[in-house]
């Protein structure tokens, strides 16, 4: 069985939110699940702005529906041995909900 590069990238995904890989197959909608996080994970050469919005609001969706945050993980995929920095991509509701106020702003 081949290890596809879009499954690599699950599996780094689940380490860095030390969370667990959801199989492709599942019938789940999200990628990566933590304790306190739901992730949609890309890696792709090439994803539109619009797509990310697309999949951040459906991230926060259904980090919503799990009393969880709901973000996106993307990372280009560059070629062969070329690496490519993670980017976390996600609603401003949704950071808010993890970040709580920000100093100087009142609950």
Partial sequence: MSDRPWKAAERA???FL???RHWANSGEEVDVESAGVIAQVKHRRVCS???LER??????????????????L?????GRGIET???VVMTAASFREMS???????P
């Fill in 13 to 15: 995904a689940a380490a």
């Fill in 18 to 20: 030390a969370g667990r």
């Fill in 49 to 51: 702005l619009a797509e």
């Fill in 55 to 72: 999949l951040a609001q459906e991230a926060e969706r259904q980090g919503t529906q799990r009393n969880k945050v709901g973000l996106v």
């Fill in 74 to 78: 993307a990372k280009r995929r560059a």
């Fill in 85 to 87: 920095p993670w980017l």
């Fill in 100 to 106: 709580g106020p920000l100093p100087g702003e009142t």
